[in-house]
T-cell receptor, first 114, second 115 residues
Framework: SQKIEQNSEALNIQEGKTATLTCNYTNYSPAYLQWYRQDPGRGPVFLLLIRENEKEKRKERLKVTFDTTLKQSLFHITASQPADSATYLCALPISSGSARQLTFGSGTQLTVLP | ETGVTQSPTHLIKTRGQQVTLRCSSQSGHNTVSWYQQALGQGPQFIFQYYREEENGRGNFPPRFSGLQFPNYSSELNVNALELDDSALYLC??????????????FGSGTQLSVL
């Protein structure tokens, strides 16, 4: 069956360092992958989308890579700040009828220490 | 533009009761998806509504049902509540239910506790 796995452990890093989060998937060939940020008690907020024919995508301090051979996406936050502390979710599209259902990983909780 | 709004923010029910959650989609968005998020887990797809019709459904029993109205707002109804239904229920709107890569705009959710 299709499966999405993110870093199972919470990730703590020091302010200013680069945070790297991993999203692995199996039994699936998505046309694209999305990353969302979720703060406690709030809904997820879209950050970046990367398509299968793109190796890398950047937005300000964020960088996403997509390796369809390894079936893996890496999400990097450079020069991390305490305000970056949140749960980060990766999501892949699966068709359900004529709907496009986004299937989410369980998320990685990132804490940036001052 | 207005964002996605959900009501109520918190709700406490007892097992066996019924609940209705409400969602107003982002201005201009005609598609609404509902997700259930248990503590420590990612959101799980319940169903999607487009043009007032259910357009796709995840692995949830029929006691989870929904509606979409002409103004694109939506309701999620859950009958015969079970303890495991305790979760954050998220509504997300988007422009197109088709195959284009649309990002989802989420509301802040309704936290449902079933006692």
């Amino acid at each position: 069956s299709q499966k999405i796995e993110q870093n199972s452990e919470a990730l703590n890093i020091q302010e200013g360092k680069t945070a790297t989060l991993t999203c692995n998937y199996t039994n699936y060939s998505p046309a694209y992958l999305q990353w969302y940020r979720q703060d406690p008690g709030r809904g997820p907020v879209f950050l970046l989308l990367i398509r299968e024919n793109e190796k890398e995508k950047r937005k300000e301090r964020l960088k996403v890579t997509f390796d369809t051979t390894l079936k893996q996406s890496l999400f990097h936050i450079t020069a991390s700040q305490p305000a970056d502390s949140a749960t980060y979710l990766c999501a892949l599209p699966i068709s359900s009828g004529s709907a496009r259902q986004l299937t989410f990983g369980s998320g990685t909780q990132l804490t940036v220490l001052p | 533009e207005t964002g996605v709004t959900q009501s109520p923010t918190h709700l406490i029910k007892t097992r066996g009761q019924q609940v209705t959650l409400r969602c107003s989609s982002q201005s201009g968005h005609n598609t609404v998806s509902w997700y259930q998020q248990a503590l420590g887990q990612g959101p799980q797809f319940i169903f999607q509504y487009y043009r007032e019709e259910e357009n796709g459904r995840g692995n949830f029993p029929p006691r989870f049902s929904g509606l979409q109205f002409p103004n694109y707002s939506s309701e999620l109804n859950v009958n015969a509540l079970e303890l495991d239904d305790s979760a954050l229920y998220l509504c997300a709107s988007s422009l197109d239910p088709g195959q284009r890569a649309e990002k989802l705009f989420f509301g802040s959710g309704t936290q449902l506790s079933v006692l």
